[in-house]
């Protein structure tokens, strides 16, 4: 069977879709601020730490930590992001990828 347009990959077709309604940059953002503070989590988790005591090793708030780990805030610096990477032993890896 010839493949057509209607035919074409699920993930393509959405990926097409949100770049059309001019969605594609707002969801990227918000899916790897959502990834970040999850694995976050799950790497204070492992080590045993709290929110109370990662926000006091990051000198801050427990309320600015909140905001650092709630996906749904985009009121976070990327100086944050490193700052708690680098306190539970791992750094932010961003990368530049050719635009298809």
Known sequence: MARTKEHEPLGS????????EGLLEEATEHAVKAVISWQLQKTMEERGLSKKSMAALMG???????????PESDAVTLKSLIRAARLVGKKIKIDLVDAA
Not at 13 to 20: I, N, Q
Not at 60 to 68: M, Y
């Open 13 to 20: 077709t959405f990926e097409s879709w949100l770049e059309e």
């Open 60 to 70: 801050t708030s427990r309320s600015q930590l909140d905001r650092l780990l709630d």
